[in-house]
């Protein structure tokens, strides 16, 4: 994330967890050098040929005016941002997952995966042994998702949503930085390629 990009991912925050107070103060979090914001970014104004999933995904969709707050962040001749996962490094063995959040016209496209794929990569070449997150446990497809990167859980958080005191699931995946864990990444990233692609 660049701070061009912070009126976006603020109001796909906003949108994602209406509930949320107070809101992640973005410009504050570029600062921090324990936090890491990553931004899946179409632009609109692409053109054929060598695209990636996502310019392909940029050309099916295109931004819409029309958001909840009465406004996407958006104006033309920016990067349109579809998504945003937020990590912090808890300790040099970890990273936390502080939210994730995809805007309602590009979910169910693969961008949220992608999100959480880029973020293991970002832990793993920082260095990070662990990545962890706490999640609804009304979540399902959320959780789905998790556990297909390795991720189990390790405990729960009992009333850890104020909006509802819905208990959360806390899932972790260990040694990112291990052969294995790297294996299971090539193969999640050819899938989602292919997912992204269609």
């Not at 959780?143 to 104020?162: A, P």
Request: net charge positive; aromatic share 8%.
């Amino acid at each position: 994330m660049k701070e061009a990009d912070i009126s976006q991912v603020s109001l796909i925050e906003a949108d994602t967890f209406p509930q949320l107070f107070p809101p992640t103060s973005f410009r504050k979090e570029l600062q921090r050098e324990v936090s890491t914001v990553l931004v899946a970014v179409t632009n609109p104004n692409i053109v054929k040929g060598n695209e990636t999933p996502l310019t392909v995904l940029a050309r099916k969709t295109s931004p819409s005016t029309t958001y909840r707050s009465g406004s996407t962040g958006w104006k033309p001749g920016m990067d349109f941002l579809t998504g945003f996962i937020f990590l912090w490094d808890t300790t040099f063995e970890e990273s936390h997952v502080m939210s994730i959040g995809t805007r309602r016209s590009h979910r169910r496209k693969g961008i949220g995966e992608l999100l959480l794929y880029s973020a293991a990569i970002s832990s793993i070449k920082k260095g990070a042994r662990s990545l962890t997150l706490e999640v609804r446990v009304s979540n399902v497809p959320a959780i789905s998702l998790y556990k297909k990167y390795g991720m189990t859980t390790q405990g729960l958080r009992k009333s850890y949503y104020i909006d509802n005191h819905e208990d959360a699931k806390i899932m972790t995946v260990d040694d990112i930085q291990s052969l294995d864990y790297r294996n299971l990444l090539n193969d999640r990233r050819v899938r989602l390629e292919e997912r992204l692609k269609n």
